[in-house]
């Protein structure tokens, strides 16, 4: 195989020939003078994020040069990553961090390098635990986006005509990933501003963004509720959500007395597609097409031509999907 083919099929797919890509830079270095950029993600199995690396292969496709994909799950990945990048000669990277409080030391290591960094997501924080205002910043309207979701449960809630007084709300949080925490308010807010009593809505910490750790969260608050009839699921993501709605089936409730809304959208699509309706109602579907084109386009201009990128960039377009839309929503953005 040519040494080209052989690092964009390592590039291409990310995970498993990771090894295979470090070791041929490493024995070959770079093999022609194309532009390499990173675009690092915590949690590749998201098909938010595989969104992301698809439109940041559109960037590169569009300016000519070329995207290296990886998967950062934890920090040591992520600072062996950052090594692997400098050695096949990249110039930069995007960046969704596995933990905030790595900034710094993903900062520290990139800089040694000479390495350009722009966040995707999650915001940094620095070793006081604020965010690192600093490092340009790509992400979605948390609160704004959050609150909608709050306005969609209640909404949805009210069109089924139920009663309030034997509703609850399980809000699944991750108060320690400051967009989770913005989203989750946001959404508290909604609902506590629309009149239902505050009582009623109960927060549970999830040890892990996917579907085991909040299904894990949410059995443990089912089981202090024994008396609600109805519940009006709120969480960061789809994934939060989808184990909220999994930990209720299991207590015997269904479509008919659940209402789950996630966020991301694409992470829902398997969920919708099932022929028989389950308590996830839906998702607010942001621009992950925006997100993962805009931040790998800033870092080119950057890179190549000196642009400095907006240190903050605020996605805000967010659409309800459902059963009955979601196919003709996501094919508008081209997904
Ligand atoms: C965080 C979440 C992802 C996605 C992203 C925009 O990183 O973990 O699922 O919602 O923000």
Redesign the pocket.
């Known amino acids: 195989m040519k040494l080209k083919t052989l690092l964009t099929a390592a590039a291409l797919s990310g995970l498993t020939l990771l090894s295979a890509s470090a070791s041929a830079f490493s024995l070959f270095g770079s093999d022609d003078d194309t532009l390499k950029l990173g675009y690092l993600v915590?949690?590749p199995e998201?098909p938010?994020f595989q969104t992301e690396w698809s439109f940041a292969e559109k960037a590169a496709k569009d300016k000519g040069f070329e995207v290296i994909k990886m998967a950062v799950p934890d920090g040591e990945k992520t600072l062996n990553a950052i090594d692997t990048l400098a050695a096949s000669g990249a110039k930069g990277f995007v960046i969704?961090t596995p933990d905030p409080k790595l900034g710094p030391a993903i900062m520290a290591k990139a800089k040694s390098y000479d390495l350009k960094v722009v966040t995707v997501?999650?915001q940094f924080l620095n070793a006081k635990g604020q965010p690192m205002t600093d490092v340009p910043l790509v992400?979605?309207a948390a609160s704004q986006i959050g609150y909608r979701q709050g306005q969609e449960l209640i909404k949805e809630m009210q069109h089924r005509s139920w009663d309030q007084a034997t509703t609850g709300v399980m809000a699944i949080t991750a108060d320690e990933?400051d967009?989770?925490r913005r989203r989750v308010d946001g959404a508290i807010k909604a609902i506590e501003e629309s009149g239902f009593p505050v009582a009623q809505v109960h927060r549970v910490p999830t040890k892990t963004?996917d579907i085991p750790g909040a299904l894990d969260a949410a059995n443990s608050l089912l089981v202090q509720y024994p008396t609600v009839k109805q519940w009006l699921v709120v969480g960061?993501?789809d994934?939060t959500v989808l184990g909220g709605v999994r930990a209720t089936e299991g207590q015997g409730f269904t479509a008919k007395n659940v209402i789950g809304i996630g966020?991301?959208g694409v992470?829902a699509v398997n969920e919708l597609a099932k022929s028989k309706a389950t308590g996830f109602y839906g998702s607010l579907l942001?621009s992950p097409d925006v997100?993962g084109y805009k931040s790998i386009e800033s870092l080119y201009d950057w890179v190549e031509d000196g642009v400095q990128p907006k240190k903050f960039v605020e996605v805000t377009d967010v659409v309800l999907i459902t059963r009955d839309n979601y196919k003709a929503e996501l094919a508008k953005k081209g997904l």
């Open positions: 915590k949690q998201e938010w969704c997501d999650d992400m979605m990933l967009t989770a963004n960061m993501n994934n966020i991301n992470d942001p997100h």
